[in-house]
């Protein structure tokens, strides 16, 4: 699922948020009859899709790894027998997605200087910096304005940067957000910072904590960076115009207030107040780098395939339904005889089933879809939802006329399962789509059980969903015996080895989740009316000012 790695992860404590999460009492079932021989012959496609998926030949299935290829050609393969057209680039099955990881080629210096004294600054302990993926060599040097969080947003109504003049200059920021924000804001806004200072006119952004050090100095102090690298020298992550993204502790960057007009320890008791951002001003310092950075260029593909619609007005439009099939790939420090391959049956080779099986029904049913329906097969999740970014930022079909998407990741077969969770639900109306569909099954459709995970915001879908997309990620829900299996896989199996065929896997169930994903997306393909963001929803702000907005 998730990538682990913050913010666009799922944190690993969340074992212990699932425990504590409450779920609406769920009355006894009776004791579920045999499964139809309908869904014995769908449990056995999707097993045999996860059986394959998940094996030990296939590595891990790590994006540009040897096993992914394979998984993607495989997937390919089930299109095409199918009847799919395919969706890619040129007319293929394939989107190629060029990715860069990127390191440190050497210890990078960074200075201080005030007042004519040059101070260099401890690198890992005082300093971190994030390896660039489009400059091998960065010397550059700039003034510094403090910017209050950093936040520049309409929606929101707020702009940290008016009044500042920040063009050619660095930003210093705090980190996350004022207190009291709602999480999958929060969330979102501290993942877009870097194009917020960027927008602003700043070569560079340096983030501080609000209370101690910065928590990026430990991710930054890696010293590798992966993301996608388009043909244009554009990478995702990298505004055009920031040089440079750094990190400090405290006492760093108490240096960097030094006889400036307040200090970081004011800004810092102001902004515990709550409410608006600090005011921003300019500090007196001026920070020095000199980094070079090496770099791995490597390609993974998107796997695109189609079903075209029929209706003379609703074809040109596109309904999504995607899943990551990349993995971990293989565990690097495994010990002699050790189980090294990250097999990833349920994260996502179960969303990948899911999403062919789907693909198969709208075939076997024998009635074309209304609106043309794109299944994605998405790689680089696990590195950061690249794959996806890449796919929505080059498109191959006009992302204006995808009318809605869903995404498939990491559903747990494992009980039989009597609710789903559409995380994304207040913010458009493909959640009405989803409580429909799930209600013909009779399956409840519950709210976000853990909100404080921001999962809304972390997963393949949301870089559909910042282009405008009205966008769910959907999952089996807590109901029933759903609390402690799902608090059960993430305290033993997440992202871990363990995440294989010798799971007590209810190959029914998935069956059953296959089939409601049919369900969905036959409803957003032939439904007259596409979704819509919801009038009040920040994210509909944001994310489509100048679309027509749905009441609730």
Known sequence: MISIRLPFALAPFAAFALLGATVPATPAQPAPAAPSAELSAAANRVRSHVEFLSDDLLEGRGSGARGHEIAARYVAAQFRALGLQPGGTGGDWLQRVPLRRASHDGTPVVSLTTGGKITRLAWGSDVSL?????????????????????LSDPALGTDDFRGLNVAGKTVVVLEGTPPGMDTEVAAHLSSVKAQMAAKAGAIGLIEIGRTGDSSRLRQYGRGSATDWVDANGEAGSTPKGLRFRMAMSSTAAAQLFAGASRTLEQVRTEASRGGRSPAGFALPATIGVEANSRWEDFTSPEVVGLLPGTDPRLKAEYVVLMGHLDHLGIKKDAKPGEDAIYNGALDNGAGVATMLEAAREFVASGKPPRRSVLFIANTGEELGLLGADYWAAHPTVPL???????????????????????????????????????????????????????????????TLAKRGVPAILLMTGFGGRGKDVWANFFAERYHSVRDDLSQAIEWDQLARYAELNY?????????????????????????????PKAAR
């Open 130 to 150: 994030r390896p660039s993926l489009t400059e091998k060599q960065r010397k550059l040097s700039s003034q510094l304005v403090f910017a209050g969080y950093g």
């Open 400 to 462: 204006a006329q995808v009318a809605a998407a869903v995404d498939l990741d990491m559903p747990l077969p494992l009980y039989p399962f009597t609710d789903v969770v559409a995380f994304g639900a207040p913010h458009n109306t493909v959640a009405r789509t989803v409580t429909a569909a799930a209600g013909s099954m009779g399956v409840k459709v519950s709210p976000d059980p853990m909100p404080e995970q921001s999962i809304f915001v972390r997963s393949d879908h949301y």
């Open 519 to 547: 369900r969905i997306s036959r409803d957003l393909a032939d439904t007259d009316q596409r979704p819509r963001w919801y009038g009040d929803s920040y994210f509909g702000k944001a994310f489509a000012p100048g679309q």
